[in-house]
C-alpha cells in the first residue's frame, strides 16, 4: 500500500479553539506533516471605525479591541496620538500610573493564560483554582478604576483617576498575597509531573527560528531570545527601572523554545510584575496627572494638531504598535494601524506544530497565547465577486505598479489622501 | 501521580464559597417568580457585592440644568447620545438623550460637561430585554439634590504651547 497523508481541517470554529480561526493540517498517522494558518475569520473593521472618530472616542474604542490586553492597546494608541499631537509634557505622576495598570493587566492575563493552559491539558481543577487566584488582580484593578475591564483610565496627556495614598495599602496587600501564593502557583505548574509530560519538548520554536520568524513576547523570551520592549525602548515608568527580560534560565531551566519554557518565562514575569507596582507604588512623584484638565482644550489641541506617530507596548503577549496619523484641522484620526502580538506570533506556529502530535495541537497553539480579536486586522475580499481570497506577491506587485501609474496621471494634482 | 495541587484541592472543600449569591440564595427554577414574590416582599433580597468608589453605572441626567451644548455628543466613543432639538425650532434650547444599550460607560460625557448635568450612579440593574424600554432611555433624573462643587482646576503642568512643532513619529 502506498503511503499516504491526508488533510485535517480544524476551525474556523471549533472546541479547542477560544476565538474563530481556521487550521489546515497535513497529517501523518498522528504527526502533523503541514501546517497552514488562514485567519480572517474575526475581522470586525474596527480600524475604519476609528478613522471616523475623534482621538478622545478612539481611546475607548481601542480598549476594545481585546478583551484580556485591553489597556494596552489604550496605551500605545495615547501614546501614538500624543507623540503625532505634540504632547510631550505628561506628568511623571501619570506615566507611573500607567505603568502600574499596565503590570497589573500582565498579572491577570498571565494568570488567566496559565489557567487556560491547564484546561487545554485537561486539568480543569488548575484551571479553576489559577482563576480563583486572578480574581484578586481583579479586585484591584476594579479598586483602582471602577472596572473589572475596560478600566477607561488613560487619556492623552495624563490618566483620568489617581491612585490615591489611601488607596495604597490596598494594592500592597494584593502584592503580598500573591508573593504567598506564587510558590504554589510555580510547584503547581512547573512541579506537576503531568504538566511536564505534556509540555517539555512539545511545541518547541528554537531560537533560530523564533528570529527568523522575528516572534515577540513570551514566546520568543522562551527561546532565549532577550526581546521585551519595556527593556529594549522603555516607555512610562519603566525608564526608572532596571529590569531584564524574564528568560527561562533564570529559574534553571534552558531556554529550549517548548511549552514549559514558555510557562517559565509567564511565572516569572508575574513575580516580576509585581516587583514593578511595588517600586512605582514606592516611588510615585506627586504631582497633577493630566497635561489639561479640560477635555474640550484637549480635543481642540487634537483638532489642530498634524504628524504621524508610533506607539509601541510590551502586552502580555509582545510587542505591540499602533500607528496613528491626525490631520490639522481634521477632527477625527486620519489613519490608525494596528500590530497586535499575536501577529508575529501566529507565523510561529508553522515551525511549532510541525512534528507535533494532533492531541498536543490545542495546547501549542495556545502556548503563544493567540488572541484572534486582536490579531485579524484586514479580509481580502473581491469587491465583484464577493470572493474571500489570499494576497500573493504577484497581487501586491500588480497593485504597486497600478499606483504608480495612477500617481503619474495625478501628476501635478494634489495627491490627496494618499489611497 | 503525586501532584502539588493534592494539598490545594482538599483545603478548598473546607473554604467558604467565594462566590457571592445574587439576588437570592440557591439558584431559583423561575426567577420571574422570584422577582414578583420579592417584590410582594416574602422573599428577600440576598445584597450584592458593594461597587468601588469609581464605579460608572447608569447616567443620570438634569435635564434642567442642560445648555444643549453637544459636548457630550461630540466624545461618545458609542453614539449612545441622541439631540433632542427644541419644541419650537429655535437654536437654543436643546437637550440630550441617553441610549444605556449602547452607553460604554466611560465617564467622558460626564468629565466635559460644563453643567455637570450628567453624574453616573451606582446603579448597575440595567438587563433587559427591550434596548429601548423606559428604564435604558434616559431622557430625564429630574434635578440633582445638591450641584457637584465647581472644580477647581489644578494647574496645568505646562500650559499646551500652541507654536509647538508636531513631533513627526520615531
Known amino acids: 500500500m502506498s503511503k499516504c497523508s491526508y488533510t485535517l481541517p480544524i476551525g474556523p470554529v471549533h472546541p479547542a479553539l477560544k476565538e474563530p480561526t481556521m487550521f489546515k493540517f497535513v497529517m501523518d498517522g498522528e504527526i502533523v506533516k503541514e501546517v497552514d494558518v488562514q485567519p480572517g475569520v474575526n475581522h470586525r473593521g474596527i480600524e475604519f471605525i476609528g478613522m471616523r472618530r475623534n482621538p ?257 507596548t510590551e502586552a502580555p503577549r509582545g510587542e505591540m504598535i499602533h500607528y496613528v496619523r491626525l490631520d490639522p484641522g481634521d477632527e477625527n484620526v486620519s489613519a490608525w494601524k494596528v500590530r497586535a502580538s499575536t501577529y508575529n506570533n501566529i507565523i510561529a506556529w508553522q515551525k511549532m506544530l510541525v512534528g507535533a502530535q494532533i492531541a498536543d495541537v490545542a495546547i501549542v497553539a495556545a502556548s503563544i497565547d493567540p488572541c484572534i480579536g486582536c490579531m485579524d486586522r484586514v479580509t481580502v475580499v473581491d469587491g465583484e465577486t464577493g470572493k474571500e481570497g489570499v494576497m500573493t506577491k504577484e497581487d501586491f506587485y500588480r497593485l504597486s505598479v497600478r499606483k504608480t501609474r495612477r500617481l503619474r496621471r495625478m501628476k501635478g494634482k494634489p495627491s490627496g489622501g494618499g489611497w | 501521580m503525586a501532584s502539588p495541587m493534592w494539598f490545594e484541592i482538599f483545603r478548598q472543600l473546607f473554604d467558604r464559597p467565594f462566590t457571592n449569591p445574587f439576588p437570592v440564595k440557591y439558584a431559583p427554577k423561575n426567577m420571574h417568580a422570584v422577582a414578583k414574590a420579592i417584590e410582594e416582599g416574602k422573599v428577600r433580597i440576598n445584597p450584592p457585592v458593594p461597587v468601588p468608589d469609581n464605579f460608572r453605572g447608569k447616567i443620570e441626567y438634569d435635564r434642567e440644568a442642560c445648555i444643549g451644548c453637544r459636548m457630550c455628543i461630540k466624545v461618545c466613543p458609542a453614539n449612545a447620545i441622541e439631540f433632542v432639538p427644541p419644541p419650537d425650532g429655535g437654536p437654543k434650547g436643546g437637550k440630550v438623550k441617553f441610549y444605556m444599550s449602547r452607553c460604554t460607560f466611560c465617564e467622558l460625557c460626564t468629565e466635559i460637561c460644563p453643567k455637570h448635568c450628567i453624574r453616573m450612579s451606582t446603579e448597575f440593574l440595567m438587563a433587559d430585554t427591550n434596548k429601548y424600554s423606559d428604564n435604558l432611555v434616559i431622557t430625564d433624573s429630574g434635578r440633582f439634590a445638591e450641584q457637584p462643587p465647581p472644580q477647581a482646576p489644578p494647574k496645568p503642568a505646562s500650559p499646551p504651547d500652541a507654536g509647538q512643532q508636531p513631533a513627526s513619529g520615531e
Not at chain 1, 506615566?95 to 495598570?101: A, H, K
Not at chain 1, 488548575?126 to 484593578?141: G, M, N
Open chain 1, 56 to 312: 478622545l472616542q478612539v481611546l475607548h474604542l481601542a480598549e476594545r479591541i481585546c478583551g484580556i490586553c485591553s489597556i494596552v492597546h489604550q496605551y500605545a494608541f495615547t501614546m501614538a496620538s500624543e507623540k503625532a499631537a505634540g504632547i510631550n509634557d505628561i506628568p511623571e505622576r501619570a506615566q507611573y500610573i500607567r505603568t502600574i495598570m499596565a503590570e497589573l493587566e500582565r498579572i491577570h492575563s498571565h494568570v488567566l493564560w496559565a489557567g487556560v493552559a491547564a484546561h487545554e491539558l485537561g486539568f480543569d481543577t488548575l484551571l479553576h483554582w489559577t482563576w480563583k487566584l486572578r480574581e484578586d488582580v481583579q479586585d484591584v484593578l476594579e479598586y483602582i478604576s471602577g472596572n473589572r475591564v475596560n478600566y477607561a483610565m488613560y487619556y492623552q496627556g495624563g490618566v483620568r483617576r489617581d491612585i490615591s495614598p489611601e488607596k495604597i495599602p490596598r494594592i500592597k496587600e494584593m502584592i503580598s498575597a500573591y508573593r504567598r501564593e506564587f510558590q504554589k502557583l510555580a510547584d503547581a505548574f512547573l512541579e506537576d509531573p503531568l504538566f511536564k509530560h505534556r509540555t517539555v519538548n512539545v511545541g518547541v520554536l528554537t531560537k533560530k527560528d523564533a528570529l527568523e520568524t522575528s516572534a515577540v513576547g513570551p514566546t520568543t523570551r522562551g527561546s532565549g531570545v532577550p526581546k521585551d520592549v519595556r527593556v529594549d525602548q522603555p516607555y512610562g515608568g519603566y525608564a526608572d527601572l532596571d529590569l531584564k527580560p524574564c528568560l527561562p534560565e533564570q529559574m534553571g531551566y534552558p531556554n529550549t523554545g517548548d511549552t514549559y519554557a514558555k510557562t517559565v518565562v509567564r511565572i516569572l514575569e508575574v513575580g516580576q510584575s509585581l516587583d514593578i507596582i511595588e517600586f512605582c507604588l514606592d516611588n510615585m512623584p506627586p504631582g497633577p496627572i493630566r497635561w489639561e484638565m479640560n477635555v474640550n482644550k484637549v480635543l481642540m489641541h487634537m483638532k489642530k494638531a498634524g504628524g504621524e506617530a508610533i506607539g509601541m
